[in-house]
């Protein structure tokens, strides 16, 4: 028998894949499916990042790239970081990479290893704690309370951290709450971080241009304090409706941006070169697809939110970020992972069960409203019918 190293009999998955698959599976067979599992935008990529991506390949961008991606793109990120947030970076600390997750695995590769401590949200994003667990360090979760309008609480996220504590991971606007957590906390966090000099933060924010009800995004790249350590994540997955052209970037202090280029050299060589051409068109070109696309969720927002509020045993907190929403199911009588599985298989709505995103999850589904008004309204129909004629499992 092949023996693999520990690792891999620690690592997890995005059951969101699972549900889709399976979601497609009784699609295939004839069901009619509505896909409120998956977290993706609905809408197509704006016309003019496609032709930016279709010009390069007919102008001969067939070959490789440097390894931290073209050099007008890393330009580009650094423009608009200072843009958005109004802070300057050096476009050599930008790094290119295929998707958001990757700066997950290399930031949790970094630092993970046996007797060292990682920090991440419960409920969150389920390959932070599988990353975790692959690199044998103690996942430390940190919770993530409904009755705080799911932001994260300094003073509780600063109570965990210890002298084996490596990286503290920190998600806002966050999946799968939608939660956003305010200036204030964050500024209360950032002071305490002083105390935790040796603490390196990843901050992921690839949902930082989708907020609701004037919420505000703190990107923690603006506080100078901390950005000697600070790992930001972003990209165009959700912001620009490219999810499957799987571009990202990732921001590294100069401590650690060499160790990052090194691993994107022995792991991906670089990123595909004609969607670094339409991601840069995604940068400098006009910006009104995004908008579009942030007020149609808005009003998906608001149509889901007070739907499941008008479902018995069902209660939603307003989400301000993401496209998310995280209803309270435990009045139901159901837990989350059986009423997920019934709605796909009995009603035919993909959702996914509070557990996949953590171990202090029970008691919630996620849905996601990048989906159509129609088929959300229907969905939430299902959903009610669903619960008024079933017990609990």
Known sequence: ?????????????????????????????????????????????????????????????????????????????SADLLNRHGVETDPGNVLVVPGGKVTMFMAILMFGEPGAEILYPDPGFPIYRSMIEFTGARPVPVPIREENDFAFSAEETLSLITDRTRLLILNSPANPTGGVTPRAEIEKLVAGLDRH???????????????????????????????????????????????????????????????????????????????????????????????????????????????????????????????????????????????ASALLEQAGVAVIGGPDFGILSEGYIRLSYANSTENIIKALARIENLLENNQGA
């Open 197 to 339: 000099p040796d603490v390196a933060i990843l901050s992921d924010e690839i949902y930082s241009q989708m907020t609701y009800d004037g919420a505000e995004h703190v990107s923690l790249l603006t506080f100078e304090a901390i950005r000697d350590r600070l790992i930001l994540l972003d990209g165009w997955s959700k912001t620009y409706a490219m999810t499957g052209w799987r571009m990202g970037f990732s921001l590294w202090p100069d401590q650690l941006m060499d160790k990052a280029r090194k691993l994107a050299v022995n792991a991906w060589s670089c990123v595909n070169a004609p969607a670094q051409f339409g991601a840069l068109a995604a940068l400098t070109g006009p910006q009104t697809a995004v908008g579009d696309m942030v007020r149609e969720f808005d009003a998906r927002r608001k149509v889901t939110v007070g739907g499941l509020n008008a479902i018995e045993g069902v209660t939603c907190r307003t989400p301000l970020g993401a496209f998310y929403a995280y209803p309270n199911i435990k009045n139901t009588g159901w837990k989350a992972k059986e009423l």
């Open 1 to 77: 028998m092949l023996k693999t190293i520990a690792g891999f009999d620690r690592i997890g998955e995005e059951n969101a894949f699972a549900v889709l698959a399976r979601a497609t599976e009784l699609a295939g067979q004839g069901r009619d499916i509505i896909n409120l599992g998956i977290g993706q935008p609905d809408f197509k990529t704006p016309e003019h990042i496609v032709e930016a991506a279709v010009k390069a390949l007919r102008d001969g961008h067939h070959g490789y790239t440097p390894a931290n991606g073209i050099a007008p793109l890393r330009e580009a990120v």
